[in-house]
């Protein structure tokens, strides 16, 4: 990895700086996302790491305290810039697609033993904790079909596209389920993702 980086580049993909100025004082993200994002970075080394590092102060995040989402977006973009510059969005896609790894931490046994049945049943259970892990914005998940739920975002200042896409694949991963997610964005903070699998 080369230490020198087109960040401003990385930050026009993202549309950072309009992002920010859009997002509410108010809103938080609950900290543990902010260790996905680490995790991911040191999976790439340590030239990344320092990378990571230059572009954003280390910052003391307990794993269960709720932070600024100004201030996650910030992060995030920091880590995906070193990981990848020239496309940080796959990169925060990667990221959210771990999530259901750190479940565990949260004693999230309802959700864990829910893996073991439908995708449906998983995703019901994440619109219902929505606000355990978020503090703006909304969701509603609609079921179309058997195997196909519409999960609709509104007021959602994370990456639509690229984050939530992420998460939504690691949960058909977790589910050990062959599917597909398809993302139709509104407006940068409005939008749905099309859910769809087969039982492998």
């Given amino acids: 990895m080369d230490h020198r980086v087109d960040v401003g580049r990385a930050r026009e993909l993202l549309d950072l700086d309009r992002r920010l100025t859009q997002v509410p004082s108010s809103a938080q993200i609950r900290g543990f996302i902010f260790k996905m994002t680490a995790d991911e970075v040191a999976r790439h080394g340590p030239a990344a790491v320092a990378t990571y590092r230059r572009l954003t102060p280390v910052r003391s995040t307990w794993f269960f305290r709720m932070y600024s989402l100004r201030d996650y977006l910030e992060d995030a973009a920091a ?11 796959s ?23 829910l893996l073991s049945a439908s995708p449906r049943d998983v995703f019901r259970w994440i619109e219902g904790q929505r606000d355990m892990f978020y503090r703006y914005g909304g969701w509603r998940l609609e079921r179309r079909e058997e195997n196909y739920l519409v999960l609709h975002y509104f007021d959602e200042y994370v990456w639509i596209d690229a984050a939530h896409r992420g998460g939504c694949e690691g949960v058909l991963d977790a589910c050990s389920v062959t599917g597909s997610v398809e993302v139709d964005v509104d407006s940068p903070f409005n939008g749905r993702s099309h859910i769809r699998w087969q039982t492998r």
Avoid: C, E, H
Avoid at 79 to 86: D, E, I, L, Q
Avoid at 91 to 113: C, D, E, G, H, K
């Fill in 79 to 89: 880590g995906a810039t070193a990981v990848n510059p020239a496309d940080p969005k």
């Fill in 91 to 113: 990169v925060i896609r990667r990221i959210w697609r771990t999530m259901p790894n750190y479940a565990p931490m949260f004693n999230a046994q309802r959700f864990l033993s």
